[in-house]
Structure formats: C-alpha cells, structure tokens
C-alpha cells in the first residue's frame, strides 16, 4: 500500500483499524504465466516501427494486444504510424469517457484486436484473454511495469510482456528484474521468416474456425 494510503488510515480510521492481506508477500509480483521479454533499440523511433511486426509474431491476426506508452501523443503516433495490420483503436485521457467506454467494451468483446493506450489502461480493467502486453519504455516505477504486464496471463492462462526499451532505460530492465524477482529474456527483432511463418500460423488458424457445415462447398 502506497505510503500516503497508509498516512490517511491513520488520520481517519483512527487504532482499531483492520488489516487485510491480500498478497501476502512484500515484494510486487506479475502473475506466474507472464513471460518477460525485453527488445533493445537505439531510439524510441525505432520501436514504433518494429510494433507491427511484434505483434504480428508474437500475438497474431486472432490474438488480443495491449500497447502501453507513457504519453498521449506516443499513443496516437503508434496508432498512425506504426502500420499494424490488425484492426487497434486508442485508448488515453483526451478521449472523453463516453467513448473510452465504448472503445473498452470493444475491445473486450473482440470487435478490434490491438489497444494503444497510457496508463488510464493499466490499472482496474478486467479484460480477459489477453495475450500479448507491449511496453514502449520503461514506466517510471515498478508499480506501473507490475500493473500493465498483469493485464495478461489472467485466471492462471500464459501470457507475453515485452518492453522496447533504449540503452538510457536499461538500468530500469536490471533494477525491476531484482526488486520483482523474475528474469527479463533479451530478444531481437523478428526477421522477415519468423514474421511469414507467424502469417501461415494465423491462416492456419482461421481455417481450423471454419463450421463443419460448409466443408463440402
């Protein structure tokens, strides 16, 4: 519990307050089927164009992304100028509530695959089968990291973090990996063969969702 949570207890609930440990342990944890990656590039521009292809990879045309930035206008770049090639929409504080609600509720339904969002996307929202989270840097505290990698590997399911990060960042990537106790996997870009055979990998499975019924035509 963040310190200034625990200085109003104390203001307002005065010593005969409750106590309930939902945790258990002191350090933050990600949930047990989360798989860290980590993706060095030489600037933040480089990792806008790489988005496409990792989630083409690692998640597919059927899989469900969130793209987390740490600014509004990250979060429209992304969304203009990163080519992904499934169908995403953004999700940050300029939008107004209305829409966010509509655009969330979209996404958890399965209308679009890809989210772009800040961290108004982080924290509280129950969205199931995610399984790709795509961090664009390093958020300032571990906190945050904890928040948006939990967004996937929900109800005991296996799911993928993967951070693009610059070499400024990189002691953040050796600080959370020792205050959160897992190991981040260093990884390179996809090359154009990994990127054709996750593409037969998507048709694959497009095909296996075709109904019985209409086999024969």
């Known amino acids: 519990i963040p310190a200034w949570v625990q200085n109003a207890t104390s203001n307002f609930m005065g010593p005969d307050k409750m106590f309930i440990d939902m945790v258990k342990e002191s350090t933050l944890k990600t949930p047990a089927g989360v798989k860290h990656l980590a993706l060095k590039v030489r600037s933040s521009g480089n990792a806008v164009s790489m988005i496409s292809d990792l989630v083409s990879f690692y998640s597919g045309g059927n899989g469900r992304t ?11 770049n992304i969304l203009l100028d990163a080519g992904i090639r499934t169908e995403c929409q953004v999700l940050h504080g300029d939008i107004p509530q209305s829409q966010r609600e509509i655009t969330f509720q979209g996404f958890r339904e399965g209308s679009f695959k890809c989210l772009i969002a800040t961290n108004v996307a982080a924290r509280g929202l129950d969205i199931p089968h995610v399984e790709l989270i795509i961090q664009v840097g390093f958020p300032q505290e571990l906190e945050s990291y904890i928040h948006r990698a939990g967004r996937t590997a929900r109800a005991g399911r296996n799911g993928t973090c993967l951070t693009i990060y610059t070499q400024e960042d990189e002691y953040k990537l050796n600080e959370y990996s020792k205050q959160a106790g897992f190991t981040f996997e260093k990884i390179g870009a996809p090359q154009p063969e990994q990127i054709m055979k996750a593409a037969g990998r998507d048709a694959i499975n497009l095909l296996e969702t075709v109904t019985p019924d209409i086999l024969p035509i």
Request: proline share 0%; charged share 25%; no cysteine.
């Open 66 to 76: 969130i793209v987390f930035t740490e600014t509004k206008n990250e979060a429209n």
